[in-house]
């Protein structure tokens, strides 16, 4: 069973800067790949992006490339969600999921059905 607490979400006007963080419950955590998603009013939820195990590898959906930044840090067992000029669309509940599964050391899954287990997600409200 892993438990993952999500951190970090809050209030922010357009244009700031939110660092999400996800802490597993598990020793195991560098075995897992790691993906962020979100959820907004009334939509489906959506990938926002995914690391490798390893944190060699990483994936964003393109709304939010060049801004939204994953890492983590094994020895803490925690995946990081760094977020630079926040946008109002960017407001939504953000989970964490992870994917025990092995796929490797290249393996960053981008779809929900893929990942196994998820935290119980922190809201983000960007105003303009």
């Known amino acids: 069973q892993v438990q993952l607490v999500e951190s970090g979400g809050g209030l922010v006007q357009a244009g700031g800067s939110l660092r999400l963080s996800c802490a597993a419950s598990?020793?195991?955590?560098?075995?897992?790949?790691m993906g962020w998603f979100r959820q907004a009013p009334g939509k489906e939820r959506q990938f926002v992006g995914a690391?490798?195990?390893?944190?060699?590898?990483?994936y964003y959906a393109d709304s939010v490339k060049g801004r939204f930044t994953i890492s983590r840090d094994n020895a803490k067992n925690t995946v990081y969600l760094q977020m630079n000029s926040l946008k109002p669309e960017d407001t939504a509940v953000y989970y964490c999921?992870?994917?025990?599964?092995?796929?490797?050391?290249?393996?960053?899954?981008?779809?929900?059905?893929?990942?196994?287990?998820w935290g119980q997600g922190t809201q983000v409200t960007v105003s303009s």
């Open positions: 999921a992870a994917d025990t599964t092995d796929g490797g050391s290249r393996y960053a899954p981008r779809f929900l059905y893929e990942y196994d287990y």
């Open positions: 598990v020793r195991t955590f560098s075995r897992y790949a």
């Open positions: 690391i490798s195990r390893s944190g060699g590898l990483t």
